[in-house]
């Protein structure tokens, strides 16, 4: 089974990638960008008889930092 982990901050962490970005995409005459997060992207081929405790585990002990990140699986 073939799933996709999305990790990004949680709202009011700074972002100091996603600022960076941004200043560089205004730098660039982009101007209509209101703001940028960056976040990460995850691909896992487990076995189809992991089951959702095992993810979940598996994002909370490594995958994602639960302090200051959300996280979000997807099936393909």
Same mark, same amino acid.
């Given at each position: ?5 999305? *990790? ?12 960076? *970005?941004? &200043? ?8 209509? *960008?209101?703001? *940028?997060?960056?976040? &990460? ?19 909370? &002990? ?15």
């Amino acid at each position: 089974m073939k799933l996709r982990i999305f *990790v990004t901050l949680k709202s009011g962490v700074l972002d100091p990638q996603g600022k960076a *970005v941004h &200043k560089a995409l205004d730098g660039l005459g982009f101007g209509g *960008v209101n703001d *940028v997060r960056i976040g &990460k992207l995850i691909e896992l081929d487990v076995a189809d008889s992991t089951d959702d405790a095992a993810i979940d585990e598996m994002c909370r &002990k490594l995958l994602a930092n639960t302090v200051i990140e959300n996280y979000r699986v997807e099936r393909a």
